[in-house]
T-cell receptor, first 115, second 112 residues
Framework: DAGVIQSPRHEVTEMGQEVTLRCKPISGHNSLFWYRQTMMRGLELLIYFNNNVPIDDSGMPEDRFSAKMPNASFSTLKIQPSEPRDSAVYFC?????????????FGEGSRLTVL | GQQLNQSPQSMFIQEGEDVSMNCTSSSIFNTWLWYKQDPGEGPVLLIALYKAGELTSNGRLTAQFGITRKDSFLNISASIPSDVGIYFCAGQLKGGGNKLTFGTGTQLKVEL
């Protein structure tokens, strides 16, 4: 069975460039989460969607970050313009809303390096 | 934001030893979960706890949901080399919807 699929796995870019990270949740899951992981701050929730609708984006650092979920099988996290402090591993996770809550399934992550 | 304090931060143990780690918070949680993260991978769910006082086992792993709903512990018995990784507690706040707050992590290293 396919798990959560993220792309790219690794991205190196220069400061000021636009970065787009992509996620395909597990089929049938209707909640999708974007997390950021750094050594200093650990795992931080950026935003989550239920049934393609953003529910809580209070973790999005600033206006440079945006996330969309145009349909049940695809989501993007965009950073424009990127800055070196955005360097981190970005994880997408999905779950079944209304099921056993908290049981998130994570992708393998996208490691972003902004030079 | 809400923080879960996890301890110890790291552990270096001998193969075969038992391991214990815990997680505390100043807030009440409805759900406690324990995840493990291997290098280069995303966290994977190990155990989920849904009731205060609940004690749940999964093979060599045992976890408990504290009576006060503000803490949880994870025990690993007879550790093996593949137990190496970072263990995270996570919780859902009462009224917090589907949001999971993660602890700071415990890095486990096992010496043969």
């Amino acid at each position: 069975d396919a798990g959560v699929i993220q792309s790219p796995r690794h991205e190196v870019t220069e400061m000021g460039q636009e970065v787009t990270l992509r996620c395909k949740p597990i089929s049938g899951h209707n909640s999708l989460f974007w997390y950021r992981q750094t050594m200093m701050r650990g795992l931080e929730l950026l935003i989550y969607f239920n049934n393609n609708v953003p529910i809580d984006d209070s973790g999005m650092p600033e206006d440079r970050f945006s996330a969309k979920m145009p349909n049940a099988s695809f989501s993007t996290l965009k950073i424009q313009p990127s800055e070196p402090r955005d360097s981190a591993v970005y994880f997408c996770a999905s779950s079944v809303s209304g099921g056993n809550t908290g049981e998130l399934f994570f992708g393998e992550g996208s490691r972003l390096t902004v030079l | 934001g809400q923080q879960l304090n996890q301890s110890p931060q790291s552990m270096f143990i001998q193969e075969g030893e038992d391991v214990s780690m815990n997680c505390t918070s100043s807030s009440i949680f409805n759900t406690w979960l324990w995840y493990k993260q291997d290098p280069g991978e995303g966290p994977v769910l190990l155990i989920a706890l849904y009731k205060a006082g609940e004690l749940t086992s999964n093979g060599r792993l045992t976890a408990q949901f504290g009576i006060t709903r503000k803490d949880s512990f994870l025990n690993i018995s007879a550790s093996i080399p593949s137990d190496v990784g970072i263990y995270f507690c996570a919780g859902q706040l009462k009224g917090g919807g589907n949001k999971l707050t993660f602890g700071t992590g415990t890095q486990l290293k096992v010496e043969l």
